[in-house]
């Protein structure tokens, strides 16, 4: 599907815009945050019809799909579609959360309300409030969070720790998981009840091996956004740099694909980028490639063996902490480390001040 003809679609399903906004044509990119959803793939913009079609309710949403297909770009467009746009949209990555401050996180506390309540402080709901509470990775919720979150979808109320007084929650919950939820479930992992009360509206988003004909599109849009952003002057996908991509499983889906292309551009000093510019899967960096044909036998196989992991390191925590933003708790799950151990190497690198 064209991109003129997904935007008619749309405009047929929102109806006519009011007299104060801009036409949908202009606005739909810039305003609802549809720029960074690029495909037309079929299977793609189907989710996007289910998108502006959901934004327009005020009923829970439940997003599903593999790690890195773009599920929290999905939430932002949800709520910019919806009623509640005028007011803030509040991520919450779940795993980050541990269960001994959940409710003060969550609901907030009075002063006084525990050892450390030195002052009283606002939970997520309470910063949402007139807006939309986003709840990545809601599969990680121990049972007693679950619990607890389901209270506040079935009564609307929540109490902040240390008060008497209930609060009347005025918040939309959009969820997420890379999970199957209906097989936790099923596993007495995930509480039916918490499940049912999430899974009231559903988009599932394909991952990138089921939409082929979209990594070109993709990619270029990264090319070319990631250029601008970072004075890299204009620089083109080579015909077999883009059959490089096309032929490659992406497991990572979009973020991966963002990352390679963000690689590829650094790397590639002139115009044009190459398919030798590209590293994916297990490919070796073209920097590093480089560098080990360099040092030759000048240094025993034990320092470069050295030299060569140090140089792996860097670049992997680095590349961790901008795509997650910084976020160390996330940097460290995707990594597979303890968040100590995972902050350790990060400072060992000097990457946490710049990435903080």
Same mark, same amino acid.
């Given at each position: 599907?064209?991109?003129?003809?997904?935007?008619?679609?749309?405009?047929?399903?929102?109806?006519?815009?009011?007299?104060?906004? +801009?036409?949908?044509?202009?606005?739909?990119?810039?305003?609802?945050?549809?720029?960074? %959803?690029?495909?037309?793939?079929?299977?793609?913009?189907?989710?996007? %019809?289910?998108?502006?079609?959901?934004?327009?309710?005020?009923?829970?949403v439940?997003?599903?799909?593999?790690? &890195?297909?773009?599920?929290? %770009?999905?939430?932002?467009?949800?709520?910019?579609?919806?009623?509640?746009?005028?007011?803030?949209?509040?991520p #919450?990555?779940?795993?980050? !959360?541990?269960?001994?401050?959940?409710?003060?996180?969550?609901? /907030?506390?009075?002063? &006084?309300?525990?050892?450390? +309540?030195?002052?009283?402080?606002?939970?997520? #709901?309470?910063v949402?409030? &007139?807006?939309?509470?986003?709840?990545?990775?809601?599969?990680?919720?121990?049972?007693?969070?679950? &619990?607890? %979150?389901?209270?506040?979808?079935?009564?609307?109320?929540?109490?902040?720790?240390?008060?008497?007084?209930?609060?009347?929650?005025?918040?939309?919950?959009?969820?997420?998981?890379?999970?199957?939820?209906?097989?936790?479930?099923?596993?007495?992992?995930?509480?039916?009840?918490?499940?049912?009360?999430?899974d009231?509206?559903?988009?599932?988003?394909?991952?990138?091996r089921?939409?082929?004909?979209?990594?070109?599109?993709?990619?270029?849009?990264?090319?070319?956004?990631?250029?601008?952003?970072? /004075?890299?002057?204009r620089?083109?996908?080579?015909?077999?740099?883009?059959?490089?991509?096309?032929?490659? +499983?992406?497991?990572?889906? #979009?973020?991966?694909?963002?990352?390679?292309?963000?690689?590829?551009?650094?790397?590639?000093? /002139?115009?044009? !980028?190459?398919?030798?510019?590209?590293?994916?899967?297990?490919?070796?960096?073209?920097?590093?490639?480089?560098?080990?044909?360099?040092?030759?036998?000048?240094?025993?196989?034990?320092?470069?063996?050295?030299?060569?992991?140090?140089?792996?390191?860097?670049?992997? #925590?680095?590349?961790?902490?901008?795509?997650?933003?910084?976020?160390?708790?996330?940097?460290?799950?995707?990594?597979?480390?303890?968040?100590?151990?995972?902050?350790?190497?990060?400072?060992?690198?000097g990457l946490?001040?710049?990435?903080?």
């Amino acid at each position: 599907m064209r991109g003129d003809e997904l935007y008619f679609r749309l405009h047929r399903l929102l109806g006519p815009p009011a007299a104060a906004r +801009a036409p949908i044509h202009d606005s739909l990119a810039a305003e609802i945050g549809f720029q960074q %959803l690029v495909g037309e793939e079929p299977v793609f913009v189907d989710a996007l %019809l289910r998108l502006a079609q959901f934004g327009l309710s005020d009923a829970a949403v439940l997003l599903t799909g593999e790690t &890195g297909t773009g599920k929290e %770009l999905c939430a932002r467009a949800v709520h910019w579609l919806s009623r509640r746009r005028g007011g803030p949209f509040v991520p #919450v990555e779940c795993g980050g !959360i541990p269960e001994h401050i959940f409710e003060s996180e969550f609901f /907030g506390h009075l002063r &006084g309300a525990f050892t450390d +309540a030195r002052t009283e402080q606002k939970g997520l #709901v309470a910063v949402a409030r &007139g807006g939309t509470l986003f709840l990545d990775e809601v599969d990680s919720l121990s049972p007693g969070m679950q &619990g607890k %979150l389901l209270r506040l979808l079935q009564e609307q109320t929540y109490r902040p720790l240390g008060s008497e007084q209930y609060c009347q929650a005025d918040v939309r919950i959009v969820a997420a998981s890379n999970c199957d939820l209906g097989a936790l479930v099923r596993q007495q992992r995930f509480r039916s009840d918490l499940y049912f009360r999430l899974d009231v509206l559903r988009v599932h988003l394909p991952p990138l091996r089921e939409r082929k004909g979209d990594v070109a599109r993709l990619a270029r849009h990264f090319a070319a956004e990631i250029c601008a952003r970072d /004075g890299l002057g204009r620089k083109t996908l080579t015909p077999a740099a883009v059959r490089k991509l096309e032929t490659y +499983a992406w497991p990572g889906n #979009v973020r991966e694909l963002h990352n390679a292309v963000h690689r590829a551009a650094l790397c590639a000093a /002139g115009g044009d !980028i190459l398919p030798r510019h590209l590293t994916l899967g297990e490919e070796r960096p073209l920097a590093e490639a480089d560098s080990a044909s360099r040092s030759g036998s000048d240094e025993t196989f034990r320092a470069g063996k050295r030299r060569a992991i140090e140089s792996f390191e860097r670049a992997y #925590v680095q590349q961790l902490l901008h795509t997650f933003s910084g976020n160390m708790t996330r940097a460290a799950r995707e990594a597979g480390k303890d968040r100590r151990a995972f902050g350790r190497l990060a400072k060992k690198y000097g990457l946490t001040q710049s990435h903080a």
